[in-house]
């Protein structure tokens, strides 16, 4: 993987990760990434997504009417992606923070033309999302492939960044009377709510009873 100076961390470089494992390994986790392009009078635009990889690519997609992604197929762009692991309590306020996983990748997206890629690059979204998802629905017509934008990012220039542990005060505030540590947070799903307009007998796939998506973490029963 390619390090230049803006993909190298300068602040806490300890926790970084430029190694294709860790960056790989939070961005199939992550459900929700964020696009930065430049927009008109070279204001900055960024936009939340989702996202699915596939080997040494970075899938992202929506309509092919969206300026954002038509700026993106012209000019490099900056995606992230973050994890909140917890919240880290510090004795003093200055020193309270969050355990995090986090990813930057840099490059220059290319837009994604052939209709079997891009419903291999759905099929990875809706499968990275639900697992055994893409089996059950109607796969997208030629028309709605030809109303999507999929634009495909090399994963050639990236770092990770990681919080983990407790909190780090000042030695002189060990010695004050006041809580400190982790609350630890994760993104759990609820239990399936049928449609409205659900067929009768129709049942919820099994699929759904206890996720299996990156992130989700099964409800309690």
Same mark, same amino acid.
């Given at each position: ?16 990760? &430029?190694?294709? =494992? ?7 986790? #992550?459900?929700?990434?964020? !696009? ?7 204001? $900055? !635009?960024?936009? $939340? ?9 970075? &899938?992202? @997609? ?11 197929? =012209?000019?490099?762009?900056?995606? *992230? ?14 020193? @309270? ?14 837009? !994604? ?25 109607? %796969?997208?017509? #030629? ?14 220039? #990236?770092? #990770? ?5 407790? %909190? ?5 505030? &060990? ?6 540590? *982790? ?28 996720? @299996?998506? $990156? ?7």
């Amino acid at each position: 993987m390619v390090t230049r100076s803006r993909t190298r961390v300068t602040r806490m470089p300890s926790r970084a990760s &430029y190694e294709r =494992q860790a960056v790989d390994a939070i961005l199939d986790e #992550a459900i929700v990434s964020h !696009v930065g392009t430049v927009g008109e009078g070279g204001c $900055p !635009v960024v936009i $939340p997504t989702l996202h699915a990889r596939a080997d040494e690519w970075l &899938y992202i @997609h929506g309509s092919a009417a969206s300026p954002t992604l038509r700026r993106a197929a =012209q000019a490099e762009i900056c995606l *992230t992606a973050t994890i909140l692991d917890g919240l880290v309590l510090a004795r003093s306020a200055v020193h @309270h923070s969050v355990n995090y996983r986090s990813v930057v990748v840099f490059g220059r997206p290319e837009p !994604v033309e052939s209709f079997n890629e891009k419903r291999q690059a759905l099929q990875a979204f809706t499968e990275k999302l639900v697992p055994g998802r893409w089996a059950n629905v109607r %796969p997208p017509t #030629a028309q709605e492939l030809r109303g999507t934008a999929v634009l495909r990012l090399p994963l050639a220039e #990236a770092s #990770a960044k990681v919080r983990t542990g407790g %909190p780090l005060d000042d030695e002189e505030d &060990y010695a004050r009377p006041v809580w400190a540590g *982790t609350v630890g947070l994760q993104l759990t799903a609820e239990a399936p709510k049928p449609d409205d307009r659900l067929l009768p007998g129709v049942e919820c796939p099994s699929y759904l009873t206890s996720s @299996h998506a $990156p992130g989700l973490k099964s409800p309690p029963r």
